[in-house]
């Protein structure tokens, strides 16, 4: 059974730092792209970083140069490091893992982590 | 990239079918057949239910389906149910730097 149990969350001032992690089991994940999604208060979803299998990395406009994913094999985990956050980036962040089939679509979720950004 | 575009709310009576679009463009959604849809309960991990513009996963009942035209893709919810209340999401593939590129959902209403 797929599981990604997502954490790291919490309250942080703006110009702050946090780093989410997400524990992954029960599937190849070495071979596995992985991405972080996010859902804003009353907003929709909105991809945020992936990190492809062997390691190369993307992330979306709004977090480029602030946001950095990275995984490590060894624990079956992914991370997102997030700096210089700011109130915009306050929403629910998901783990996510990508399926094997045309497009790579995600096809498991974690649960999410709330992350707050304020003073 | 900017989001594809999806209309905010849709709604039908139990037993009635109700169609929600997703639009985008030659770079998004009519480039590739690579649309997604997934459904989104509050508080819950989104499921995706469509995946290649017109499968479903195992477990999806077939009441789901989905088609693509052009830069304009649809899902289509036959014989609602009160369940099928919640958010659905559209998403493609926008090549490598937007792998994963997100409608701005529908909120379904089940009347």
């Known amino acids: 059974e797929v599981q990604l149990l997502d954490s790291g969350g919490g309250l942080v001032q703006p110009g702050g730092s946090l780093r989410l992690s997400c524990a992954a089991s029960g599937f190849n994940f070495r071979g596995t792209a992985m991405s972080w999604v996010r859902q804003a208060p009353g907003k929709g979803l909105e991809w945020v970083s992936i990190?492809?299998?062997?390691?190369?990395?993307n992330c979306a406009d709004s977090v480029e140069g602030r946001f950095t994913g990275s995984r490590d094999d060894s624990k079956n985990t992914l991370n997102l490091q997030m700096n210089s956050l700011r109130a915009e980036d306050t929403a629910i962040y998901y783990c996510?893992?990508?399926?094997?089939?045309?497009?790579?679509?995600?096809?498991?979720w974690g649960q999410g982590t709330l992350v707050t950004v304020s003073s | 990239q900017s989001a594809l575009t999806q209309p905010p709310s849709a709604s039908g009576s139990p037993g009635q079918s109700v169609t929600i679009s997703c639009t985008g463009t030659s770079g998004d959604v009519g480039g590739y057949n690579y649309v997604s849809w997934y459904q989104h309960y509050p508080g819950k991990a989104p499921k995706l239910i469509i995946f290649e513009v017109t499968h479903r996963p195992s477990g999806v009942p077939d009441r789901f389906s989905a088609s693509k035209s052009g830069n304009t893709a649809s899902l289509t919810v036959s014989g609602l149910q009160a369940e099928d209340e919640a958010d659905y999401y559209c998403?493609?593939?926008?090549?490598?730097?937007?792998?994963?590129?997100f409608g701005g959902g529908t909120k379904l209403t089940v009347l």
């Open positions: 998403t493609s593939s926008a090549g490598s730097h937007q792998p994963v590129l």
């Open positions: 996510a893992k990508h399926g094997p089939w045309g497009g790579f679509p995600i096809d498991y």
């Open positions: 990190v492809h299998a062997g390691g190369g990395t």
